[in-house]
């Protein structure tokens, strides 16, 4: 079976920085387009940034000045790292997986083959 754990989400102080985590079972980071979303409480799941299987990536323009997407093969786990945060970027993160590789073209969810459960993510000061 496919799995997507996230991990390092809770309260982080606005200004401050924190690092999520995503380990797949069943999966390879290395062989998928690897992707986060964020959903906001009654919003829409928004594509935040993503990596493809050759280290290419794409981040939202919202965030892009704040926010690195990166994966380690060999742990075979993936990251989002983010400064500087606001509250804005508060939400539920999820994890995500396209073999296609759609998801690194459009950042769109549609085609995605694998979600992650999500970790959430407060903001406070």
């Known amino acids: 079976q496919v799995q997507l754990v996230e991990s390092g989400g809770g309260s982080v102080q606005a200004g401050g920085s924190l690092r999520l985590s995503c380990v797949p079972s069943?999966?390879?980071?290395?062989?998928?387009?690897m992707g986060w979303f964020r959903q906001a409480s009654g919003q829409k799941r928004e594509g935040v940034a993503a990596?493809?299987?050759?280290?290419?990536?794409i981040v939202r323009d919202s965030v892009e000045d704040r926010i690195t997407v990166s994966k380690d093969n060999d742990k075979n786990a993936l990251y989002l790292w983010m400064i500087n945060v606001k509250p804005e970027d508060a939400g539920m993160f999820y994890c995500?997986?396209?073999?296609?590789?759609?998801?690194?073209?459009?950042?769109?969810?549609?085609?995605?083959?694998?979600w992650g459960k999500g970790t959430l993510v407060n903001i406070s000061s």
């Open positions: 995500a997986a396209d073999l296609a590789g759609e998801l690194c073209g459009d950042l769109h969810s549609d085609g995605v083959d694998y």
């Open positions: 069943g999966i390879f980071v290395s062989r998928f387009c």
């Open positions: 990596i493809d299987s050759r280290g290419e990536t």
